[in-house]
């Protein structure tokens, strides 16, 4: 699997947009670009994933650059319930090593009221 | 609702002593993995079953056993409890062509 680099920490205000950044620089071609989050004391929770285009759902929008080596998690309203450790994780979607999960340390959000 | 379930929430334990993790699941999803998150570490793949009698060893297998005789369920077993066994322990799931895992809520295991 890819690495992957992140802050380690953002803040945001309530209400406004939350940009989280992800380098992701030795990506393969096959690889998927996944988001999961990790609320205080709770069990992480699938966000978003892509691979070339960039995708939205209800909770978030992903846009991942052309060359695939970076891509950004936007969660567009933050609210305090979005304060968690983020992670951005990159892999292969199947194969011998299907739904094996590499978390990295993740950025800590901080939503500010 | 189908849901992911994790027993107990929290337990103390003794040095040597055999402990079972429960995991249940009632999505009727073939794969189910178990995860252990401490500071520092992030989380860590211990075990993980593609299907009923499928088993096999994650990053962090030793000192860990698994079992897997029906769909629903994956119990993680301590053989022999140890201190560096102190942690949370998650479990997951998914089926073969979903992108995303759903997780439990945790196990919080002390050993003391």
């Known amino acids: 699997d890819a690495k992957t680099t992140q802050p380690t920490s953002m803040d945001c205000a309530e209400g406004r947009a939350a940009n989280l950044p992800c380098n992701h620089s030795?990506?393969?071609?096959?690889?998927?670009v996944y988001w999961y989050r990790q609320i205080h004391s709770q069990g992480p929770q699938y966000i978003i994933h892509g691979l070339k285009n960039n995708e939205t759902n209800e909770m978030a929008s992903l846009i991942i650059t052309e060359d695939r080596k970076s891509s950004t998690l936007i969660l567009p309203h933050a609210t305090l319930r979005d304060t968690a450790v983020y992670y951005c994780?990159?892999?292969?979607?199947?194969?011998?090593?299907?739904?094996?999960?590499?978390f990295g340390q993740g950025t800590i959000l901080t939503v500010h009221p | 609702d189908a849901e992911i379930t994790q027993s107990p929430r929290h337990k103390i334990t003794e040095t040597g002593r055999q402990v079972t993790l429960a995991c249940h699941q009632t999505w009727n999803h073939n794969n189910m993995f178990w995860y252990r998150q401490d500071l520092g570490h992030g989380l860590r793949l211990i075990h993980y079953s593609y299907g009923v009698h499928d088993t096999n060893k994650g990053e962090v297998s030793d000192g860990y056993s698994v079992s897997r005789s029906n769909t629903e369920d994956l119990p993680l077993t301590l053989e022999s409890a140890a201190s560096s066994q102190t942690s949370v322990y998650f479990c997951?799931?998914?089926?073969?062509?979903?992108?995303?895992?759903?997780f439990g809520p945790g196990t919080r295991l002390t050993v003391t």
């Open positions: 997951a799931s998914t089926r073969t062509g979903l992108h995303e895992q759903y």
């Open positions: 994780i990159v892999r292969v979607a199947g194969g011998t090593s299907y739904g094996k999960l590499t």
């Open positions: 030795t990506i393969s071609g096959n690889e998927y």
